[in-house]
């Protein structure tokens, strides 16, 4: 046992601790069982408690990284050896008492954070799961997710708890979708809905005007034929997926949302899509956010028109253009990634189409096997491009000229497993005055992954 406090001599025992706050363990002693103990304030044995195979997961995780910063087992051999002086040895007992006092108030925090995110299900309409998932302190925060797939149309409307912010109704052969379907006291913070996988054919343009928390709508796999104006303005949308419907027409300023800025995400890929209508001058309500559209696989002969849209991504793979000509992608000048792979019919590119394109940085050309070249100014005026996809089309041999109107360019992707990337050949040593270093294009053989297969074009 320790000595008294009163007073000390160089052969005495260690001091004890001085007295100081002690955190109430027993609040966690029920969550650990019989495996914590709390430490005493002085152990002479040095006993320090350590957590048995039988804690939590996530306190052996714990444990362990406490062990790595010398937490354990370090301190042992400082305390007892006897070829320290007593003040220093007292100096450092009184330091290893404050940190067992520390390891004390220390893991019912490592508790806190092992079970910091739980997972747990709640009562739930019948049929459906509900899944709480809790966050913060002591629990203090939580959403639910309520899965109600798979039913049948019967299920709507469902009530659902207060705290849902994921609704899941897919694939309940629903055919229409109104606002009194998605109403009730759970609906108004949803943040995520699922309906994809249903037989809609057409909503209302009321449908999702009571969700004003909404950043999430999955309506894929339907086979809606039309979209109503105005559909998403009273939703802060940032992801609308409205892949494989039968869409054939949509009006650009139909995402309009109350995102108050933030950026969109719109998927119209494998539709039936000939046309898109743009976004009207002097529209009532400003032009739709949308930064990444994807209108892959439709019946588009010509790139739509999409000026005054913020856009970085287009997609515009599988479509039967006719043509890429000046003026195409007039008012894109912030597009970042622009897909033409696998294009249906033979597109023939005119010089200067992509002259629109300033600060274009991928190209993507692939799966193009009939594209032949039309001369090395079809991508003059892509002075930011810094990757381009030729792979699987006819664009072999690369011209010569072709570096000189892509500036910045690192990359071209030719063949099968054929990269090339930008080599600059500084040329002789001491440079000579007015002399440029020589650029050209080193292409390896991917697949073969052999030296000898490189080549320089």
Same mark, same amino acid.
């Given at each position: 046992?320790?000595?008294?406090?009163?007073?000390?001599?160089?052969?005495?025992?260690?001091?004890?601790?001085?007295?100081?706050?002690?955190?109430?363990?027993?609040?966690?002693?029920?969550?650990?069982?019989?495996?914590?103990?709390?430490?005493?304030?002085?152990?002479? &044995?040095?006993?320090?408690?350590?957590?048995?195979?039988?804690?939590?997961?996530?306190?052996?995780?714990?444990?362990?990284?406490?062990?790595?910063?010398?937490?354990?087992?370090?301190?042992?051999?400082?305390?007892?050896?006897?070829?320290?002086?007593?003040?220093?040895?007292?100096?450092?007992?009184?330091?290893?008492?404050? #940190?067992?006092?520390?390891?004390?108030?220390?893991?019912?925090?490592?508790?806190?954070? /092992?079970?910091?995110?739980?997972?747990?299900?709640?009562?739930?309409?019948?049929?459906?799961?509900?899944?709480? #998932?809790?966050?913060?302190?002591?629990?203090?925060?939580?959403?639910?997710?309520?899965?109600?797939?798979?039913?049948?149309?019967?299920?709507?409307?469902?009530?659902?708890?207060?705290?849902?912010?994921?609704?899941?109704?897919?694939?309940?052969?629903?055919?229409?979708?109104?606002?009194?379907?998605?109403?009730?006291?759970?609906?108004?913070?949803?943040?995520?809905?699922?309906?994809?996988?249903?037989?809609?054919?057409?909503?209302?343009?009321?449908?999702?005007?009571?969700?004003?928390?909404?950043?999430?709508?999955?309506?894929?796999?339907?086979?809606?034929? /039309?979209?109503?104006? #105005?559909?998403?303005?009273?939703?802060?949308?940032?992801?609308?997926?409205?892949?494989?419907?039968?869409?054939?027409?949509?009006?650009?300023?139909?995402?309009?949302?109350?995102?108050?800025?933030?950026?969109?995400?719109?998927?119209?890929?494998?539709?039936?899509?000939?046309?898109?209508?743009?976004?009207?001058?002097?529209?009532?309500?400003?032009?739709?956010?949308?930064?990444?559209?994807?209108?892959?696989?439709?019946?588009?002969?010509?790139?739509?028109?999409?000026?005054?849209?913020?856009?970085?991504?287009?997609?515009?793979?599988?479509?039967?253009?006719?043509?890429?000509?000046?003026?195409?992608?007039?008012?894109?000048?912030?597009?970042?990634?622009?897909?033409?792979?696998?294009?249906?019919?033979?597109?023939?590119?005119?010089?200067?189409?992509?002259?629109?394109?300033?600060?274009?940085?991928?190209?993507?050309?692939?799966?193009?096997?009939?594209?032949?070249?039309? &001369?090395?100014?079809?991508?003059?005026?892509?002075?930011?491009?810094?990757?381009?996809?030729?792979?699987?089309? &006819?664009?072999?041999?690369?011209?010569?000229?072709?570096?000189?109107?892509?500036?910045?360019?690192?990359?071209?992707?030719?063949?099968?497993?054929?990269?090339?990337?930008?080599?600059?050949?500084?040329?002789?040593?001491?440079?000579?005055?007015?002399?440029?270093?020589?650029? !050209?294009?080193?292409?390896?053989?991917?697949? #073969?992954? !052999?030296?000898?297969?490189?080549?320089?074009?």
């Amino acid at each position: 046992m320790c000595a008294p406090r009163a007073r000390h001599r160089p052969n005495s025992s260690l001091p004890c601790c001085p007295p100081g706050p002690r955190l109430g363990f027993k609040l966690f002693s029920g969550f650990l069982g019989n495996s914590a103990r709390p430490p005493p304030p002085c152990s002479p &044995g040095g006993g320090l408690w350590q957590p048995s195979p039988h804690s939590p997961p996530g306190v052996l995780r714990a444990a362990r990284g406490w062990d790595r910063i010398g937490g354990w087992g370090n301190r042992q051999r400082l305390r007892t050896d006897p070829s320290r002086g007593w003040a220093e040895r007292a100096a450092h007992a009184s330091r290893t008492c404050w #940190e067992e006092r520390a390891h004390t108030m220390l893991w019912p925090l490592l508790l806190l954070l /092992a079970a910091g995110e739980a997972q747990t299900t709640r009562p739930c309409f019948p049929g459906c799961q509900c899944e709480v #998932e809790t966050f913060g302190l002591f629990d203090s925060f939580s959403l639910t997710r309520v899965d109600c797939s798979g039913l049948g149309p019967h299920i709507v409307p469902v009530p659902i708890p207060l705290d849902t912010a994921h609704l899941d109704l897919s694939s309940n052969r629903l055919e229409t979708v109104n606002e009194s379907v998605l109403a009730g006291p759970g609906y108004t913070t949803l943040a995520g809905l699922d309906l994809s996988h249903n037989l809609l054919t057409r909503f209302s343009p009321t449908a999702f005007s009571r969700l004003r928390y909404l950043e999430s709508l999955d309506l894929s796999h339907n086979g809606l034929a /039309a979209l109503p104006a #105005e559909s998403f303005t009273s939703s802060p949308l940032s992801d609308v997926n409205l892949s494989h419907n039968r869409l054939r027409e949509v009006s650009v300023s139909a995402f309009a949302t109350h995102s108050q800025g933030r950026a969109l995400h719109v998927d119209l890929s494998h539709n039936l899509l000939h046309s898109l209508v743009p976004h009207p001058a002097r529209a009532s309500l400003p032009a739709p956010t949308i930064q990444s559209l994807n209108l892959a696989w439709n019946r588009l002969h010509t790139v739509p028109d999409l000026r005054d849209l913020p856009l970085r991504y287009l997609s515009l793979d599988g479509n039967p253009l006719a043509a890429i000509g000046p003026g195409a992608f007039e008012g894109l000048a912030g597009l970042t990634h622009l897909s033409l792979g696998s294009l249906q019919r033979l597109p023939q590119l005119v010089p200067y189409g992509f002259r629109e394109l300033q600060g274009l940085q991928v190209l993507d050309l692939s799966s193009n096997p009939k594209l032949k070249w039309a &001369g090395p100014e079809v991508f003059s005026g892509l002075g930011s491009l810094q990757e381009l996809d030729l792979s699987g089309t &006819g664009l072999v041999p690369l011209p010569e000229k072709l570096l000189l109107h892509l500036p910045a360019l690192q990359s071209i992707s030719v063949g099968q497993g054929v990269q090339c990337r930008r080599l600059v050949r500084e040329g002789t040593y001491p440079r000579q005055p007015g002399s440029t270093p020589k650029v !050209a294009l080193h292409c390896i053989d991917t697949q #073969e992954l !052999a030296a000898g297969g490189s080549d320089t074009l």
